[in-house]
Protein backbone atom coordinates (compact mmCIF):
# COMPACT_ATOMS: atom_id res chain seq x y z
CA UNK A 1 0.00 0.00 0.00
CA UNK A 2 1.39 3.49 -1.18
CA UNK A 3 0.81 6.35 1.18
CA UNK A 4 2.45 9.57 1.83
CA UNK A 5 4.18 11.34 4.48
CA UNK A 6 1.35 13.43 6.98
CA UNK A 7 -0.17 16.11 5.28
CA UNK A 8 0.53 19.70 6.77
CA UNK A 9 -2.70 20.74 9.13
CA UNK A 10 -5.14 20.91 6.12
CA UNK A 11 -8.30 20.63 6.00
CA UNK A 12 -9.66 17.16 6.08
CA UNK A 13 -13.31 16.84 3.80
CA UNK A 14 -15.60 14.72 5.21
CA UNK A 15 -18.26 13.14 3.50
CA UNK A 16 -21.49 11.42 3.53
CA UNK A 17 -22.67 8.60 1.72
CA UNK A 18 -26.22 6.34 1.96
CA UNK A 19 -26.07 2.46 0.00
CA UNK A 20 -28.71 0.21 0.05
CA UNK A 21 -28.78 -3.48 1.10
CA UNK A 22 -32.30 -4.66 0.10
CA UNK A 23 -34.50 -2.01 2.14
CA UNK A 24 -32.01 -1.20 4.76
CA UNK A 25 -30.25 1.92 4.08
CA UNK A 26 -26.48 2.01 5.36
CA UNK A 27 -24.70 5.16 6.34
CA UNK A 28 -21.37 5.57 5.21
CA UNK A 29 -18.77 8.24 5.96
CA UNK A 30 -15.86 9.20 3.79
CA UNK A 31 -12.65 11.25 4.11
CA UNK A 32 -9.73 12.27 2.72
CA UNK A 33 -7.38 15.08 1.89
CA UNK A 34 -7.24 17.23 -1.25
CA UNK A 35 -8.48 14.33 -3.57
CA UNK A 36 -9.27 11.07 -2.87
CA UNK A 37 -8.19 9.87 -5.97
CA UNK A 38 -5.60 7.13 -5.91
CA UNK A 39 -5.25 6.65 -2.80
CA UNK A 40 -5.34 3.72 -0.46
CA UNK A 41 -8.80 3.26 1.15
CA UNK A 42 -9.33 1.89 4.38
CA UNK A 43 -12.36 0.76 5.79
CA UNK A 44 -13.25 0.64 9.89
CA UNK A 45 -15.21 -1.47 11.05
CA UNK A 46 -17.21 -0.37 14.67
CA UNK A 47 -18.25 -2.71 17.63
CA UNK A 48 -20.77 -4.18 19.59
CA UNK A 49 -22.34 -1.13 21.28
CA UNK A 50 -21.20 2.24 19.11
CA UNK A 51 -21.70 2.98 15.73
CA UNK A 52 -19.06 4.13 13.37
CA UNK A 53 -18.29 7.66 13.85
CA UNK A 54 -17.74 7.81 17.55
CA UNK A 55 -15.36 5.24 17.40
CA UNK A 56 -13.30 6.59 14.21
CA UNK A 57 -14.05 9.92 13.52
CA UNK A 58 -13.93 11.26 17.51
CA UNK A 59 -12.76 14.85 17.67
CA UNK A 60 -11.75 15.53 21.43
CA UNK A 61 -10.33 19.22 22.18
CA UNK A 62 -6.49 19.25 23.60
CA UNK A 63 -6.49 15.83 22.08
CA UNK A 64 -4.16 15.74 19.32
CA UNK A 65 -5.32 13.34 16.29
CA UNK A 66 -8.08 12.25 18.57
CA UNK A 67 -10.00 10.77 14.86
CA UNK A 68 -7.98 7.73 13.68
CA UNK A 69 -10.10 8.50 10.30
CA UNK A 70 -8.32 12.34 10.22
CA UNK A 71 -5.17 10.86 11.36
CA UNK A 72 -4.74 8.40 8.30
CA UNK A 73 -6.34 10.72 5.64
CA UNK A 74 -3.15 12.85 6.21
CA UNK A 75 -1.01 10.13 5.47
CA UNK A 76 -2.42 9.43 2.38
CA UNK A 77 -5.34 7.24 2.78
CA UNK A 78 -9.06 7.48 1.53
CA UNK A 79 -11.15 6.64 4.68
CA UNK A 80 -14.13 5.00 4.81
CA UNK A 81 -16.53 3.78 7.93
CA UNK A 82 -20.33 2.87 8.39
CA UNK A 83 -22.89 2.10 10.72
CA UNK A 84 -23.76 -1.51 10.51
CA UNK A 85 -27.66 -2.10 10.19
CA UNK A 86 -29.16 -1.13 13.44
CA UNK A 87 -26.68 1.23 14.82
CA UNK A 88 -26.15 4.74 14.39
CA UNK A 89 -27.75 6.24 11.17
CA UNK A 90 -28.71 2.92 9.38
CA UNK A 91 -31.56 1.77 9.12
CA UNK A 92 -32.81 -0.17 12.43
CA UNK A 93 -36.72 -1.02 11.50
CA UNK A 94 -36.28 -5.16 10.81
CA UNK A 95 -36.84 -7.22 13.44
CA UNK A 96 -33.68 -8.61 13.74
CA UNK A 97 -31.09 -8.77 16.25
CA UNK A 98 -28.02 -7.97 14.03
CA UNK A 99 -25.68 -10.29 14.04
CA UNK A 100 -22.03 -11.20 13.17
CA UNK A 101 -23.24 -12.19 9.31
CA UNK A 102 -25.80 -9.56 9.25
CA UNK A 103 -22.79 -7.12 9.22
CA UNK A 104 -20.95 -9.05 6.79
CA UNK A 105 -23.33 -9.00 4.45
CA UNK A 106 -23.11 -4.97 5.66
CA UNK A 107 -19.50 -4.67 4.68
CA UNK A 108 -20.15 -6.79 1.20
CA UNK A 109 -23.08 -4.18 0.48
CA UNK A 110 -20.31 -1.39 1.70
CA UNK A 111 -17.61 -2.35 -0.50
CA UNK A 112 -20.22 -2.61 -3.53
CA UNK A 113 -20.71 0.63 -3.08
CA UNK A 114 -17.34 2.22 -2.64
CA UNK A 115 -15.89 -0.49 -5.69
CA UNK A 116 -19.08 0.85 -7.74
CA UNK A 117 -18.66 4.93 -7.23
CA UNK A 118 -14.77 5.20 -6.53
CA UNK A 119 -13.73 2.39 -8.23
CA UNK A 120 -11.31 1.01 -5.28
CA UNK A 121 -10.07 -2.54 -5.96
CA UNK A 122 -9.11 -3.73 -2.44
CA UNK A 123 -9.36 -2.28 1.12
CA UNK A 124 -7.25 -2.46 3.88
CA UNK A 125 -9.71 -3.53 6.64
CA UNK A 126 -9.72 -2.78 10.43
CA UNK A 127 -12.21 -4.10 12.88
CA UNK A 128 -11.91 -3.80 16.47
CA UNK A 129 -14.13 -6.04 18.83
CA UNK A 130 -17.19 -7.51 16.78
CA UNK A 131 -15.82 -5.50 14.26
CA UNK A 132 -13.20 -7.42 14.11
CA UNK A 133 -15.21 -10.82 13.65
CA UNK A 134 -17.41 -9.09 11.35
CA UNK A 135 -14.13 -7.94 9.28
CA UNK A 136 -12.88 -11.53 9.47
CA UNK A 137 -15.69 -12.76 8.40
CA UNK A 138 -15.82 -10.55 5.39
CA UNK A 139 -12.39 -11.52 4.58
CA UNK A 140 -13.83 -15.36 4.39
CA UNK A 141 -16.35 -14.28 1.83
CA UNK A 142 -14.42 -12.18 -0.32
CA UNK A 143 -10.82 -12.39 -0.20
CA UNK A 144 -10.44 -10.58 -3.40
CA UNK A 145 -11.91 -7.32 -1.92
CA UNK A 146 -9.29 -7.33 1.21
CA UNK A 147 -5.90 -5.93 0.37
CA UNK A 148 -5.01 -6.57 4.40
CA UNK A 149 -6.66 -7.19 7.35
CA UNK A 150 -6.30 -5.70 11.39
CA UNK A 151 -8.11 -7.70 13.71
CA UNK A 152 -7.98 -5.61 17.03
CA UNK A 153 -9.76 -7.14 20.18
CA UNK A 154 -11.09 -10.23 18.58
CA UNK A 155 -12.11 -13.30 20.29
CA UNK A 156 -11.80 -16.54 18.28
CA UNK A 157 -13.36 -19.43 20.85
CA UNK A 158 -14.20 -17.26 23.85
CA UNK A 159 -11.42 -19.12 25.67
CA UNK A 160 -9.70 -17.31 28.51
CA UNK A 161 -11.87 -14.63 28.34
CA UNK A 162 -13.23 -13.24 31.52
CA UNK A 163 -15.36 -10.57 29.99
CA UNK A 164 -17.03 -12.82 28.04
CA UNK A 165 -17.58 -15.30 31.29
CA UNK A 166 -19.56 -12.44 32.82
CA UNK A 167 -21.87 -11.42 29.67
CA UNK A 168 -22.73 -14.78 29.37
CA UNK A 169 -24.68 -14.90 32.44
CA UNK A 170 -26.92 -12.64 30.96
CA UNK A 171 -27.37 -14.31 27.87
CA UNK A 172 -31.12 -15.76 28.21
CA UNK A 173 -32.16 -11.81 28.77
CA UNK A 174 -30.21 -11.28 25.36
CA UNK A 175 -32.30 -14.23 23.56
CA UNK A 176 -35.30 -12.26 24.98
CA UNK A 177 -34.86 -9.07 22.84
CA UNK A 178 -33.06 -8.07 19.68
CA UNK A 179 -31.92 -5.09 21.13
CA UNK A 180 -30.92 -3.73 24.68
CA UNK A 181 -30.76 -0.37 26.13
CA UNK A 182 -27.50 1.80 26.67
CA UNK A 183 -26.34 5.14 28.87
CA UNK A 184 -23.55 6.72 30.07
CA UNK A 185 -22.66 4.23 32.69
CA UNK A 186 -22.58 1.50 30.16
CA UNK A 187 -19.91 3.39 28.28
CA UNK A 188 -17.82 4.60 31.09
CA UNK A 189 -18.23 0.64 32.35
CA UNK A 190 -16.43 -0.89 28.56
CA UNK A 191 -13.37 1.23 30.54
CA UNK A 192 -13.77 0.75 33.89
CA UNK A 193 -14.13 -3.21 33.43
CA UNK A 194 -10.62 -4.29 32.46
CA UNK A 195 -7.61 -1.31 33.12
CA UNK A 196 -9.30 1.92 34.03
CA UNK A 197 -6.27 4.03 33.90
CA UNK A 198 -5.99 3.33 30.51
CA UNK A 199 -8.18 5.75 29.42
CA UNK A 200 -8.65 9.47 30.45
CA UNK A 201 -12.22 10.85 32.16
CA UNK A 202 -12.32 13.83 29.08
CA UNK A 203 -12.30 11.53 26.23
CA UNK A 204 -14.84 8.52 28.15
CA UNK A 205 -17.25 11.28 28.39
CA UNK A 206 -16.80 12.50 25.01
CA UNK A 207 -16.91 9.10 23.49
CA UNK A 208 -20.36 8.63 25.28
CA UNK A 209 -21.92 12.18 24.39
CA UNK A 210 -21.16 10.90 20.65
CA UNK A 211 -22.47 7.33 20.99
CA UNK A 212 -25.84 8.37 23.13
CA UNK A 213 -26.09 11.03 20.10
CA UNK A 214 -27.39 8.90 17.77
CA UNK A 215 -28.49 5.36 20.50
CA UNK A 216 -30.16 4.94 22.91
CA UNK A 217 -29.89 1.29 22.55
CA UNK A 218 -28.07 -1.59 20.79
CA UNK A 219 -28.47 -4.82 19.07
CA UNK A 220 -28.13 -7.64 20.60
CA UNK A 221 -26.35 -9.92 18.23
CA UNK A 222 -23.46 -9.81 18.12
CA UNK A 223 -23.32 -10.54 22.06
CA UNK A 224 -25.60 -13.50 21.39
CA UNK A 225 -22.93 -14.73 19.01
CA UNK A 226 -19.91 -13.78 20.94
CA UNK A 227 -21.86 -15.40 24.13
CA UNK A 228 -23.23 -18.75 22.51
CA UNK A 229 -21.81 -19.59 19.17
CA UNK A 230 -18.28 -18.92 19.05
CA UNK A 231 -16.00 -19.55 16.84
CA UNK A 232 -17.77 -17.35 13.90
CA UNK A 233 -14.32 -17.28 12.15
CA UNK A 234 -12.58 -20.21 10.80
CA UNK A 235 -8.40 -19.04 10.32
CA UNK A 236 -7.75 -21.53 7.64
CA UNK A 237 -9.76 -19.27 5.29
CA UNK A 238 -8.66 -15.81 5.76
CA UNK A 239 -5.80 -16.33 3.05
CA UNK A 240 -5.20 -12.58 3.03
CA UNK A 241 -2.35 -10.53 5.23
CA UNK A 242 -3.56 -10.28 8.54
CA UNK A 243 -2.63 -8.50 11.97
CA UNK A 244 -4.05 -9.76 15.18
CA UNK A 245 -3.71 -7.46 18.08
CA UNK A 246 -4.42 -7.53 21.40
CA UNK A 247 -3.89 -4.49 24.27
CA UNK A 248 -2.27 -5.47 27.21
CA UNK A 249 -5.26 -5.38 29.73
CA UNK A 250 -7.71 -6.47 27.32
CA UNK A 251 -10.34 -8.62 29.22
CA UNK A 252 -12.11 -10.05 25.91
CA UNK A 253 -9.09 -11.26 23.61
CA UNK A 254 -7.87 -14.10 25.47
CA UNK A 255 -4.10 -14.21 24.38
CA UNK A 256 -3.58 -18.43 24.21
CA UNK A 257 -7.05 -18.23 22.19
CA UNK A 258 -5.58 -15.22 20.02
CA UNK A 259 -2.23 -17.37 19.01
CA UNK A 260 -3.92 -20.69 18.33
CA UNK A 261 -5.71 -18.24 15.57
CA UNK A 262 -2.85 -16.76 14.34
CA UNK A 263 -0.96 -19.80 14.22
CA UNK A 264 -3.67 -21.16 11.47
CA UNK A 265 -3.87 -18.06 9.53
CA UNK A 266 -2.23 -19.52 6.14
CA UNK A 267 -0.97 -16.84 4.81
CA UNK A 268 2.89 -15.95 6.05
CA UNK A 269 2.65 -12.24 6.48
CA UNK A 270 1.21 -12.08 8.90
CA UNK A 271 1.92 -10.34 12.49
CA UNK A 272 0.77 -10.42 16.03
CA UNK A 273 1.18 -7.36 18.58
CA UNK A 274 0.60 -6.88 22.15
CA UNK A 275 -0.52 -3.12 22.37
CA UNK A 276 1.31 -2.21 25.88
CA UNK A 277 -1.20 0.29 28.46
CA UNK A 278 -4.22 -0.65 26.56
CA UNK A 279 -7.54 -2.77 27.17
CA UNK A 280 -10.68 -2.31 25.15
CA UNK A 281 -11.61 1.03 23.09
CA UNK A 282 -8.15 1.04 21.50
CA UNK A 283 -8.82 4.58 19.99
CA UNK A 284 -10.05 5.80 22.96
CA UNK A 285 -7.42 4.88 25.09
CA UNK A 286 -4.55 6.82 26.46
CA UNK A 287 -1.85 5.05 23.97
CA UNK A 288 -4.13 5.81 20.87
CA UNK A 289 -1.32 6.61 19.14
CA UNK A 290 0.76 3.80 19.32
CA UNK A 291 -2.47 1.65 17.73
CA UNK A 292 -2.01 4.17 15.22
CA UNK A 293 1.25 3.71 14.57
CA UNK A 294 1.29 -0.26 14.65
CA UNK A 295 -1.64 0.22 12.21
CA UNK A 296 -0.21 2.41 10.13
CA UNK A 297 3.13 0.49 9.42
CA UNK A 298 1.60 -2.57 8.65
CA UNK A 299 -0.91 -1.06 6.02
CA UNK A 300 1.92 0.49 4.34
CA UNK A 301 3.85 -2.34 4.66
CA UNK A 302 5.84 -3.52 1.38
CA UNK A 303 4.70 -6.71 -0.35
CA UNK A 304 7.39 -9.29 -0.06
CA UNK A 305 10.31 -9.56 -2.54
CA UNK A 306 10.74 -13.31 -1.88
CA UNK A 307 8.28 -15.91 -0.01
CA UNK A 308 10.02 -19.19 -1.16
CA UNK A 309 8.52 -21.47 -3.90
Not at 147 to 156: E, G, H, N, P, T
Request: aromatic share 10%; hydrophobic share 40%; net charge neutral.
Amino acid sequence: MNATSPAPRSAVTGVEHWTTKGDVRLFLWQKYVGSPDGKPCVLFVHGSSMASQPTFDLVVPGRPDSSVMDWFARRGFECWCVDMEGYGRSSKHRDINCDIANGADDLAAATDYIMRTRGAKAFCVYGISSGALRGAMFAERHPDRVARLALDAYVWTGEGSPTLEQRRRKLPEFLKSNRRPIDRAFVHSIFERDHPDCADRRTVDAFADAILALDDSMPNGTYVDMCSKLPVNDPERIPVPTIVMRGQYDGIAGFADLVAFFGKLPSPDKQFVVMPGISHASFQQKNYLTVYHILHAFFTQPAPAYVGT
